[in-house]
């Protein structure tokens, strides 16, 4: 079952913060997390386990409540390269990978 | 080191025709996936091969799509023939720890279908 994104989109200036979310229905075993420019391949920034581990780059930090079955991207002091779709992927226990619909992030100057 | 080649990077074919889109994965990775990208919406996956093995192909609309991945390496999406309603970005990746590892992804085969 498809994860929802929330907001659809944003719009920030550069060195704003902003705050993306992510739920699912079911119980979940992992959150994947990728950033798409237009026009581009999806790069991956995080997964989040079950349990507490995390992979993923440095400068981007996210939360998975797995109680609630939700996670929750942190983009701090935004910077014009943030800016493209994010989507996040859920992976319940025996199910694929799922996306979700994208938050548009777009930062400007 | 290479990323994920993908090619053609654009497709334009009329209905009823067939189209193969081929991928080259990263080197080492044994997992391999191939996605449908429609526009505004997030990657679905179509299939999973685990080497040369289809793991998860349940999506996969087999009466007119079929792929392979010979030797466990490229692999190649096939559609025969065409409807109108394929007409949207054909994603390849893999991933080297499998199904909850990072999954690289190529840059996309746009088709069109008129």
């Known amino acids: 079952q498809q994860p929802v994104q929330s907001p659809q989109a944003v719009i920030l200036r550069e060195g704003e913060d902003a705050v993306i979310n992510c739920s699912s229905s079911?119980?979940?075993?992992?959150v994947h997390w990728y950033r798409q420019k237009h026009g581009e391949a999806p790069v991956f920034l995080m997964i989040?386990?079950?349990?507490?581990e995390q992979k993923g780059h440095e400068k981007i930090s996210a939360s998975f409540n797995e109680k609630k079955q939700q996670s929750s991207l942190y983009l701090t002091a935004s910077q014009l390269s943030y800016s493209g779709t994010y989507f996040c992927g859920t992976e319940s226990f025996g199910s694929r990978l799922t996306f979700g619909e994208g938050t548009q992030l777009t930062v400007n100057p | 080191e290479a990323g994920v080649v993908q090619s053609p990077r654009y497709k334009i074919i009329e209905k009823k025709q067939p189209v193969a889109f081929w991928c080259n994965p990263i080197s080492g990775h044994n997992t391999l996936y191939w996605y449908l990208q429609n526009l505004g919406q997030g990657p679905e996956l179509l299939i999973r091969?685990?080497?040369?093995?289809?793991?998860?192909d349940s999506q996969l609309p087999k009466d007119r799509f079929s792929a392979e991945r010979l030797k466990g390496v490229d692999s190649t999406l096939k559609i025969q023939p065409a409807e109108l309603g394929d007409s949207a970005v054909y994603l390849c990746?893999?991933?080297?720890?499998?199904?909850?590892?990072?999954?690289?992804f190529g840059q996309g085969t746009r088709l069109t279908v008129v």
């Open positions: 091969y685990e080497n040369e093995e289809a793991v998860d």
């Open positions: 079911k119980a979940l075993y992992s």
């Open positions: 989040l386990l079950k349990g507490g």
């Open positions: 990746a893999s991933s080297l720890e499998g199904r909850s590892g990072e999954a690289f």
